[in-house]
């Protein structure tokens, strides 16, 4: 079964630094997602994306994240200058091709932490 | 308020037994969907099953369905025949508005079912 995979499992940087959470979502989806976990807490949404913009967004996607879709297959979350608070596991995801949100299907997450 | 409301934080079920995991939500929206995902302790999510809000009759899965009750705005997960694989928190998600036009998943707070041998 096709499956959205997310790279690294596992990042730590020190705080001020810029990550880029990699992800490749599944391969006939149109539209892709970001949502974050902190430790304990709700999985809360940040973004998601279509046609090469930004269809909406949080008001945790501040100026200091930022997403790209740079080739035909990969999707990227930046964010520029981590903080403490930025520590969480980062969960990719993508649906369609047909509407955005009857399946959507996760990555398995990247766990960042920051020091 | 909680758009979404989880009242059960942990629960236990013996192995083969059936077990109903709670959800009620909140949208003034004539259109949205409901849906119900898993996370392992590995961390992923997995989707398992999900309800449009005009589909008349209950989403079913294999061992998942749902039960729907539009009035009572309820949107419980039943698991039939528990396996000792089913040990997880269980999330109830929402998006509000139409599948064309909304984006948004709105999650409540899970519960960890643990299934006993």
């Known amino acids: 079964e096709p499956e959205v995979t997310q790279t690294p499992s596992h990042q730590v940087t020190q705080m001020g630094q810029e990550v880029i959470l990699r992800c490749v979502p599944i391969s006939n989806h149109l539209y892709f997602y970001w949502y974050r976990q902190i430790l304990g807490q709700k999985v809360e949404f940040l973004v998601s994306?279509?046609?090469?913009?930004?269809?909406?967004k949080s008001e945790i996607f501040d100026d200091q994240f930022s997403v790209e879709r740079p080739d035909g297959s990969n999707f990227t979350l930046k964010i520029r200058s981590t903080k403490l608070e930025d520590s969480a596991m980062y969960f990719c995801a993508s649906s369609g091709p047909v509407t955005p949100n009857e399946k959507l299907f996760f990555g398995s997450g990247t766990q960042l932490s920051v020091l | 308020a909680q758009k979404i409301t989880q009242t059960q934080p942990g629960m236990f079920v013996q192995e083969k037994e059936a077990v109903t995991l709670d959800c009620t939500y909140d949208?003034?929206?004539?259109?949205?969907?409901l849906f119900w995902y898993k996370q392992p302790s590995s961390g992923e999510m997995i989707f398992l099953i999900y309800q449009g809000s005009y589909d008349e009759q209950n989403a079913t899965e294999g061992r998942y369905s749902l039960n729907f009750q539009k009035a009572r705005k309820s949107a419980n997960l039943v698991i039939s025949a528990s396996q000792l694989g089913d040990s997880a928190m269980y999330f109830c998600?929402?998006?509000?508005?139409?599948?064309?036009?909304?984006?948004?998943?709105?999650f409540g707070s899970g519960t960890r079912l643990l299934v006993r041998p």
């Open positions: 994306f279509y046609n090469n913009e930004i269809s909406e």
């Open positions: 998600a929402m998006r509000e508005g139409q599948a064309d036009s909304s984006y948004k998943l709105i």
């Open positions: 949208t003034s929206d004539q259109s949205y969907g």
